[in-house]
DNA sequence: TTCGTTATCGAACATGATGTTTCGTTTCTT
DNA sequence: AAGAAACGAAACATCATGTTCGATAACGAA
């Protein structure tokens, strides 16, 4: 741990700014919170924030990069169990691993990438999750791919599965997470297996 | 036509104000455009500008909502086409209107919707789409369907096609219409068949 | 071509949010 | 209890936005 000693002050400052922010962007959209709300809303001084973070952007992904561990280091299992027991299917169901993860923090995600979000931080996150996709392609595909239809998948199974999570998160999970994923795989499954030449992609 | 007299310079300041505007965001991205970056390129006074429109926002959806007709004239059609011809398939292939569609204006696409664009108003046309894609469905769907599952399919299609237009237009168009929408159909078709309970989807 | 009309320019101005600085005060740590 | 670190409040500089206004130039109709 770098930031082993810390003053109480800061930890609490930190945690009441996010939690003002979050909060005041599922209120009035991203764009609409000024800096001054959060200060009012945390009881915060102007000079104080403007000690710990740049600016509005700044505070809201420190909230978030913490969470990108966590999916990074699923990833890999995922990954290393496809190379291991290749083609016979994985035992961890990647998408719906996610799934659970965004209903835990859905607020967060909610603020982050709704419509009340900013778009840029969507975007930000949209690039953050191809990155891995690529690589599970990769891992997963048995069928010789051209450059272009390498990415079309990477950039379809990403944009599918991100938007129904956003449709989900945004109107407060209307159904189950199993509900959903069973729908979302019943959607995507049949065209991945036959583009990819594989004949099971999360059993 | 409501404006029918005009001031042969109000139409080239208007041009050439649009025109500044596409061509700073492909520069440099929307948010880094400023107002006066624009009066610069396009050689139009401040005032000029505000006399015209109200914001950056006001200039660069005016743009697009001259496209908003004919891509509703065309989706009226398939839409009155598949009702007529029920079942039986349709004469027209929306999405690959669509990419035709883009390819000819893909500079203002572009820029409205790849990475230098605002994301605000990449969300804009996606309800806009969504609205439609919606019909589709109600048109073509054979099985019965929960409403969650009615938004759940109109939010994959709309913004699985949507993200691989993007991506497609945002790389300068890589590769042909055909070559895309070919291997676009591949990956949804199946899927979709399946959840509707049709045969054919856009033959 | 002329003349009234209308658009444009440019500069000045008001506004509002951002980010910085300073200093006195509070609250931690030891 | 004492030194160190964090905090709040207010003042300040900066920058982009949007408005106002009078002078100039371009337009359309006669």
Not at 138 to 147: F, R, V
Not at 176 to 188: A, G, K, P, Y
């Amino acid at each position: 741990m770098v930031e082993a000693k810390m003053d109480r002050r800061v930890q609490k400052t930190r945690q009441a700014l996010q939690n003002a922010l979050i909060a005041l962007i599922l209120e009035k959209g991203y764009d609409s919170v000024m800096v001054q709300d959060i200060l009012d809303r945390a009881n915060v001084g102007r000079s104080t924030f403007y000690a710990h973070y740049q600016d509005k952007e700044d505070l809201l992904m420190g909230r978030f990069e913490s969470l990108q561990k966590a999916f990074e280091a699923h990833f890999q299992i995922v990954i290393a169990d496809r190379e291991e027991n290749n083609e016979k299917g994985t035992t961890v169901n990647l998408p719906l691993f996610m799934l659970r993860y965004v209903e835990n923090e859905h607020q967060l995600f909610k603020a982050l990438l709704g419509k009340q979000g900013s778009g840029k931080h969507a975007g930000h996150i949209q690039q953050f999750l191809l990155k891995y996709t690529r690589d599970i392609v990769k891992a997963y595909a048995q069928a010789p791919l051209s450059p272009h239809q390498f990415e079309i998948i990477a950039q379809y199974m990403t944009s599918a599965f991100l938007s129904l999570l956003v449709w989900w998160v945004d109107r407060d999970m209307p159904c189950s997470v199993e509900e959903l994923n069973t729908f979302m795989m019943r959607l995507m499954e049949p065209g991945l297996k036959d583009v990819l030449e594989v004949s099971a992609l999360w059993s």
